[in-house]
């Protein structure tokens, strides 16, 4: 219908051309109007600029809706109504086009938008990139681990780990890799899964990602206490009977020893002596392991933490207060910096008060050796983590060796003397329980940090 209409109207001027034509030919041979001829001749250019942009007219529009669906352009539309009958229904066609083409694109989008919601709420992190390292999908749990707010190339997480990014890159299809991620005071544990497929042409690849640290650390105190408590169990259920067992003797050698001097008989004070100092040290000794079971078995019954809401400023305060005049026996300077007063963590407070006296404590025997000794204690919200509180505890001591900072929450584990090895244990347990993290960060030579971070409550 539309391109016979057209080839109507071409055929018109183009007879009508040729009417004038043959008409200027007549007056040129015929006449001596040459003014008529002139004015004739200039009719038949006019005539034939008309036919040539009749004809362009259908190639214009052409070209101009094909440009636009080649940019996704379908906001085009041609006006229909005020057009002659030979292009209405051309455009009326172009316009339910682009609406078709349109309409894909909003279904489309929506899908897209689903998807991107749908993997927002998994609570693994799901990275997929191409060959050229151009991210095609994240989501906001890979840009809170990592604490990016946008990534459009892997490349870009060079600055925060190259075995990070070289574990993206080279894992197998199906297979998986274990990172480790430090950030600041922070230490992730990802465990990463990459799989690969060709979507249009392309190779993708689709990583996952997971910090397994707190999982590791769950098992890892589930692990220790399993064994404490068998421990406990068989050392109190053999230690016990020796102590009962050792007292009866010693009571028995006693009365045997003044039954014996009663009537007169010698006894070698050295035999008696070694007999005596061999008792009073397997009893000794049995009461001090019993001791050392008791303390251990503190880690098995730590109370349930009561969690209420607790100010932050408040806690420090009473922290202060409780260790300001031991520090300053000690020479040792104690630095609070106070939060404002809004800054509130729910909380057990007198096991949090403890964990924090730990820390402070052991930040003190940390410092005694150097000029000045100084124990800070610091508590903020970290610019990335805005619904995070952390607090870290520092000292200007000589810093934890590296091959001992791995160790120092194990429990029994301990380098000083006189320590039980259950203090930095018990405040790991503490920190687990109110659903917040524990992490050292120390070089050689210092400074040491202990960073604890919680939930903060909006109020």
Request: aromatic letters at 8%.
């Amino acid at each position: 219908m539309v391109f016979n209409g057209f080839k109507a109207k071409l055929l018109f001027r183009l007879l009508l051309l040729v009417a004038i034509i043959v008409v200027t030919v007549f007056v040129l041979y015929r006449t001596d109007w040459y003014m008529t001829a002139f004015c004739l001749f200039l009719l038949v250019l006019f005539q034939l600029y008309d036919m040539l942009y009749f004809v362009e007219r259908t190639n214009r529009d052409i070209s101009s809706f094909l440009e636009a669906i080649k940019h996704s352009d379908f906001t085009q539309r041609f006006a229909a109504e005020g057009a002659n009958s030979s292009f209405r229904d051309l455009y009326s066609s172009f316009n339910e086009i682009s609406e078709s083409f349109q309409r894909v694109k909003t279904e489309k989008q929506a899908h897209y938008h689903y998807l991107q919601t749908i993997i927002d709420q998994v609570g693994t992190g799901i990275l997929t990139f191409n060959e050229k390292g151009e991210v095609q999908l994240v989501n906001h749990v890979v840009k809170e681990l990592l604490r990016v707010p946008h990534l459009r190339n892997i490349h870009a997480l060079e600055r925060l780990s190259p075995e990070l990014v070289h574990a993206l890159w080279h894992t197998k299809h199906n297979e998986k890799s274990l990172v480790t991620v430090t950030q600041e005071q922070d230490q992730l544990l990802l465990n990463v899964h990459a799989t690969e497929l060709y979507s249009q042409g392309q190779l993708l690849r689709i990583v996952t990602l997971q910090n397994i640290q707190s999982e590791l650390e769950e098992q890892e105190l589930q692990t220790w206490q399993k064994v404490i408590r068998v421990l406990t169990h068989e050392i109190m259920n053999s230690v016990t009977p020796i102590i009962s067992l050792t007292s009866t003797v010693a009571g028995l050698l006693e009365s045997e020893v003044i039954a014996k001097q009663a009537a007169g008989e010698a006894i070698e004070e050295e035999v008696l002596e070694d007999m005596q100092a061999g008792l009073q040290t397997i009893e000794r000794r049995s009461a001090g392991m019993l001791h050392f079971v008791k303390d251990y078995r503190r880690l098995m019954r730590l109370p349930t933490s009561e969690l209420r809401p607790v100010k932050v400023r408040e806690l420090l305060q009473n922290v202060r207060r409780l260790l300001q005049p031991t520090m300053q026996t000690q020479h040792i300077s104690l630095r609070l910096f106070l939060p404002d007063e809004n800054m509130t963590v729910q909380a057990d407070a007198e096991q949090l008060e403890q964990v924090l006296i730990n820390l402070i404590k052991n930040g003190m025997e940390a410092c005694e050796a150097v000029e000045k000794p100084c124990v800070e204690v610091l508590a903020y919200i970290p610019e990335q983590e805005k619904n995070r509180v952390r607090i870290n505890v520092t000292d200007n001591g000589a810093g934890i060796p590296e091959d001992v900072r791995d160790k120092i929450f194990i429990p029994f584990y301990t380098t000083k003397k006189q320590g039980s090895g259950i203090g930095l244990s018990l405040s790991k347990q503490i920190i687990r329980q109110h659903g917040g993290s524990i992490r050292v960060n120390s070089q050689p030579g210092g400074p040491t940090v202990f960073s604890l971070q919680f939930k903060a409550m909006v109020e």
